[in-house]
């Protein structure tokens, strides 16, 4: 009986080296991984649609193969709520093999400004989770998550209508000319129309005007908004209900009290 | 008393010398196993808390288990302490396994390895050490038996 039991001890023996030489290289394998992430951009696409580019390269510096590498990027809000989500997958790296993608994650600014006022009047930080899976060596299943920052521009920040100054247009009418301001800090420029309606203390609607913008990126507006009022329905105290109109988003009433 | 007709059994002071070189050798072979595997897999155990305190306690024990063993080799508590450590390596392996991913921390990436796999190989190829140890154990008793109805 001795011999089979000497022949199972060195059977053993030698695969447990083996397990130990292959846990160790591939814990070297895992040590040589390299992850890096880029600065996200931010671009205009068409279609109303945000992109949020995130350069990511991967190099394989170890033994052993990489495979079944995917990246799944989710964008979130202040609040930590999801706001758009992407994925991409790449079957196998090399080892010595360097790997340079770019995932793209669309935002639709429609979706995103319609949902969060907050975003469209204030200036905020979005952030994008990263999450990366890949399997090593086709033994060890990793999972790793980052977290990156990204500045989030309000396209109208500190919107702003001053209060009007009248000034007579005929026998029956006068013009209200209502300064108009706010500063865009988004990353896009984009045109539209400021529709305002003058109400009066009662509550009246007494008067109403189209205004066409046009913004560049990162850049402040400062316009007037003529409007045509009937002498006899003037009143001290009321109220301005405005609404924005772009090829992305509407979005109103915004009721700014004047007086 | 001629070789062949002495007790194989017996516990004597030169098989007691024997023993603690055994264990003393055994002991530094899988010392040096561990310290030079350490020795590789200390950057990453840096990054990894839990892992430097899970296998020191590890290798711990399975030493003290060893040398405990090598001690008494030649009585039947050699082959207690053998197949202790071989059911201790399966349970710990096994214990492992409930928690066999383990997590850490690098600038701001939070990274987490699935183990699981791996301890699982462990824990099957740890199932051929049990089994030695209790055909040792039963060649032992045979011997033993053998010689005392020889007499």
Not at chain 1, 40 to 66: H, V
Not at chain 1, 245 to 258: A, C, R, W
């Amino acid at each position: 009986m001795n011999i089979p039991i000497k022949i199972i001890g060195i059977a053993t023996a030698f695969l447990w080296l083996f397990l130990i030489a292959f846990s160790v290289s591939a814990a070297l394998s895992l040590r040589d991984l390299g992850f890096s992430f880029g600065n996200p951009q931010i671009t205009l696409a068409g279609d109303n649609q945000l992109q949020l580019s995130l350069p990511l390269s991967i190099t394989n510096r170890g033994k052993y193969e990489m495979q079944y590498f995917n990246v799944t990027s989710i964008v979130r809000n202040e609040t930590g709520g999801t706001i758009a989500q992407s994925s991409s997958f790449i079957n196998t790296i090399n080892p010595g093999q360097t790997v340079n993608t770019t995932q793209t994650t669309v935002l639709n600014m429609t979706d995103l400004l319609q949902n969060d006022r907050n975003l469209l009047f204030n200036d905020s930080q979005l952030t994008l989770d990263e999450h990366v899976g890949l399997t090593l060596a086709e033994l060890f299943p990793l999972k790793a998550t980052a977290n990156v920052s990204i500045p989030w521009g309000a396209p109208f920040y500190n919107l702003t209508l001053e209060n009007p100054e009248y000034r007579p247009y005929n026998a029956t009418h006068f013009i209200a000319t209502v300064p108009i301001s706010f500063e865009n800090h988004a990353e896009f420029g984009f045109s539209g129309t400021i529709q305002t309606e003058m109400f009066n203390g009662g509550g009246t609607i007494i008067a109403q005007s189209n205004t066409n913008i046009s913004v560049s990126q990162r850049s402040p507006y400062e316009g007037f908004v003529d409007l045509y009022l009937p002498i006899s329905s003037i009143s001290s105290l009321g109220h301005f209900e405005v609404h924005i109109l772009t090829s992305f988003m509407n979005y109103g009433p915004i009721v700014i009290p004047y007086g | 008393m001629d070789d062949k007709d002495r007790d194989p059994t017996k516990f004597t002071r030169r098989r007691l010398a024997l023993n603690i070189i055994k264990a003393a050798a055994k002991g530094i072979i899988v010392y040096v196993i561990y310290y030079v595997a350490w020795s590789f897999i200390s950057p990453i155990a840096q990054m990894i808390p839990s892992l430097q305190q899970t296998i020191q306690l590890f290798v711990m024990i399975y030493l003290a288990l060893l040398i405990v063993g090598e001690l008494t080799s030649g009585t039947i508590y050699h082959y207690f302490f053998n197949t202790g450590r071989a059911l201790f390596v399966i349970g710990y392996l096994i214990m492992s396994l409930k928690t066999g991913v383990l997590g850490g921390t690098l600038e701001n990436l939070t990274f987490s390895v699935d183990l699981r796999l791996l301890l699982t190989f462990a824990v099957l190829l740890s199932m051929p050490n049990l089994a030695k140890s209790v055909l040792q154990t039963i060649s032992y008793l045979n011997q033993k038996a053998e010689y005392t109805a020889a007499l």
